[in-house]
C-alpha cells in the first residue's frame, strides 16, 4: 500500500515557476514508478511525466518537454515536479500517482498506477 500527498500547487503568472512534491508512505517506494498526471475543467486526465522505477529513466509529454522536470529521492520517499515558463493551458489539478510498470511505452496510461493522490490546484494567469 502506497499513499500519496501532492502539495506546491497555486496561482502563478504566465513565465513564472511552480514546484511539486509528492509525497509517498510505505517502504516500497522506490519499487514504484511515479507519474504526473493533470486535469482541467471539462478535460480527460492526461499524462505530464512520469520517472521510472530502476532506471529512474524520465518521460514528458509533448508539451511540457524543456520547461518541466521530473525528480525523485527515494530516501525521503518524494517526487518533484519542476514546472517553468508556465502557461495559462497548463491550469488543472496535478495528481501524482504510484505504479509498478517501468516499460516507457505504457509510462502515461493511467491505467498502469494502482495508487493516486488527492491532487493540487495550478492556475497560471495570462
Known amino acids: 500500500q502506497v499513499q500519496l500527498v501532492e502539495s506546491g500547487g497555486g496561482l502563478v503568472q504566465a513565465g513564472g515557476s511552480l514546484r511539486l512534491s509528492c509525497a509517498a508512505s510505505g517502504r516500497t517506494f522506490s519499487s514504484y514508478t511515479i507519474g504526473w498526471f493533470r486535469q482541467a475543467p471539462g478535460k480527460e486526465r492526461e499524462f505530464v511525466a512520469a520517472i521510472a522505477t530502476i532506471t529512474w529513466n524520465t518521460y514528458y509529454t509533448d508539451s511540457v518537454k524543456g520547461r518541466f522536470t521530473i525528480s525523485r529521492t527515494n530516501a525521503k520517499n518524494t517526487v518533484w515536479l519542476q514546472m517553468n515558463s508556465l502557461k495559462p493551458e497548463d491550469t488543472a489539478v496535478y495528481y501524482c500517482?504510484?505504479?509498478?510498470?517501468?516499460?516507457?511505452?505504457?509510462?502515461?496510461?493511467?491505467?498502469?498506477?494502482?495508487?493516486w493522490g488527492q491532487g493540487t490546484q495550478v492556475t497560471v494567469s495570462s
Open positions: 500517482a504510484a505504479g509498478r510498470t517501468y516499460e516507457s511505452t505504457r509510462l502515461s496510461e493511467k491505467t498502469e498506477y494502482d495508487y
